[in-house]
Structures are given as C-alpha cells and as structure tokens.
C-alpha cells in the first residue's frame, strides 16, 4: 500500500470539494449566462477533469503497482499521441516499435527499484539503439531529423512522465508530514496553480507579448503574475505537504513557475512547427495529453532533483 498520510488525505478531499463548487458554479452559470457556448465548453472541460481527478485517485489509493501502471499507460498514451502528431517515415515504423517497447523495459526498472538504470536506459542505451536501428532500415533520407525527433519523444514522453513513479524512491522519513506521495502531491498543485495564475494574470492584466511568434497569448504580465503567485503559494503548501522551510519553498516556486512557462511554451513552439492546434483529441474541451502536461514534463523533473539535493537522496543506489 502506498502511505497516505492525514495531510495527503485532506488535500485529496479539498481537491473535490473545490471540483464540486466549481461545476456547481459552471451549471449555475448555464441558467444565467445568454451564451451558452463559452459555459457548454467550460462544462465539458470540468468533467473531463473529473475523469482526471478520480483516475488518479483510484491509481494512487492502491499501491505502487497499480500507480506505476496508470503512470505507464500515460506514457504509452503520450508517446502515441506525439508519434501521430509528428511526420514520420514509412521506414520508421520498425523504429516506433523499438521505441513502445522501451516504455515497459523503463517501468520495470522502476517498479523494481532499479533506478540507476532508469536514469540511463532512455537517454544512454535508447540514444544508442535508435540509429542502431535506423542505420540497419537503410534509409538515409530523413535519418538525422527522424532519429532526433523520436528520441525527443521518447524523452518527453517516457523518461520525464517516467519522474511521476519515481518518487516513490523518496524514502518516507524524509517528509513525515506527507510521505513520498506528499511530494508528488506538491509538485502537482504548484505546477497547476501556476498554470491557471498565469492565465489569469495574462487575461486581466496582459499587454506586453512575451514571445508572440510562439505563444501570442502569453504575457509579460501574465508571466510575472503567475512567479509571484506560484512561489506564494509554494511557500503556503510547503509545511503541509513538505519538510521544506519558507526560503526553499519560495525559491521552489520561482523555479517551478518559470520551468512550468517555458514547458508550455516548448509544446506550443512544436504545434505552431507541425502547424496543429492540440496534440490530440482525447480529452474533450483540453486537447490531447501533452496538452495538460506540457508543462509537468519540464517541472516534475526539476522539482525531483531540487528534493533528492536538499535531502541528500540516494537516486543512483
């Protein structure tokens, strides 16, 4: 069983409460508001968050192999969307299937506990077999951007999703107040927090783009809005779910919040590049996967090795 401590609980519980009024208020607004289509949208992206909200639940109340499996088909489900996202070559299909393949070989070594070796395997050995693989197709049009794009991929969507799962390695004494799953819980509603605070800001106070070539709704304002809010309330959560003291958690949420913008900024520079607007369809009114963890695959990562540096964890045992 995973441990959830009272804290973790509290804040799961809080998450639905929240969810509750907020569709609450999202039916409500249905009766009152004359356009029905900006509240039919807004309907439709509160139950696909529902989805969201309750699969996690359900993958976390379990134990670690039933998180780590959830975790898993994510990646399978990311790694998939961006392979049908991205141009390929019909010579690659021999690759891709290296390339899913790699996603239970990277789990098992987690699941395991084997975490040097998830450190590794995709940015070493997959590095390695990739072209290995190429090379023995024989198709030399195309192999340099096709090599480099797959393992892209495989990076984003395999090895930094895979982050999710490895804070189980956390040991628990480190963090009394939430355990392991406290962590994850943090990095989670900080990265979310600053997503929406960023919207926010930009919306009510935007005038000055930031980068219009590659993200024309994104703000000065919006940016410097959203670090401000996000290392407040990196530092409020941080005796709830952390060991952290107030310096460290406010200097989490600078870090969490700028990372957080650039995620997002790195997979809408991909889109505009392919000339796609989501990159996918399966979760109605959000996009596709990488949509919602554009963001969480620069911010999970960092806030990993930020925790395993001040606590002194031993990640390559």
């Given at each position: ?121 995709i940015p070493l050995y997959m590095f390695l077999l990739i072209p290995l693989r190429m090379v023995m197709v024989g198709d ?178």
């Amino acid at each position: 069983m995973i441990n959830i401590t009272d804290n973790v609980r509290f804040c799961i519980e809080g998450l639905y409460v929240i969810l509750f009024i907020i569709t609450c208020f999202a039916y409500a607004l249905g009766f009152i508001k004359k356009d029905k289509k900006d509240v039919a949208n807004f309907k439709t992206r509160m139950k696909s968050f529902w989805v969201i909200v309750v699969l996690f639940t359900l993958a976390f109340i379990f134990n670690k192999l039933a998180a780590i499996i959830f975790i898993m088909l994510i990646s399978y489900l990311a790694l998939k969307e961006f392979f049908s996202m991205i141009p390929t070559r019909r010579s690659d299909r021999r690759v891709l299937l290296w390339a899913y393949l790699s996603i239970p070989i990277q789990y098992y070594f987690l699941y395991t506990g084997w975490v040097a070796m998830f450190y590794l395997f995709i940015p070493l050995y997959m590095f390695l077999l990739i072209p290995l693989r190429m090379v023995m197709v024989g198709d030399n049009d195309g192999f340099l951007k096709s090599c480099g794009t797959i393992h892209w991929g495989l990076m984003a969507c395999v090895y930094a999703i895979g982050y999710f799962a490895l804070y189980f390695a956390i040991p628990e004494s480190i963090n009394p107040a939430g355990g392991s799953l406290g962590f994850l819980m943090y990095i989670l509603i900080v990265t979310i927090s600053n997503d929406f605070m960023q919207f926010v800001f930009g919306k009510s106070f935007g005038r000055h783009k930031i980068i219009p070539n590659v993200s024309p709704n994104k703000t000065v304002e919006g940016f410097v809005g959203g670090v401000v809010s996000t290392s407040i309330i990196a530092g409020c959560l941080a005796h709830f779910l952390t060991p952290f003291t107030y310096p460290q958690a406010y200097l989490v949420g600078v870090v969490i919040a700028i990372a957080g913008f650039f995620g997002d900024v790195t997979m809408s520079a991909i889109k505009r590049d392919i000339g796609v607007k989501d990159t996918g369809s399966l979760l109605p009114g959000h996009g596709g996967i990488l949509d919602r963890l554009d963001s969480m695959i620069f911010t999970v990562p960092l806030f990993f090795h930020y925790v395993a540096y001040i606590y002194n964890v031993g990640i390559l045992d």
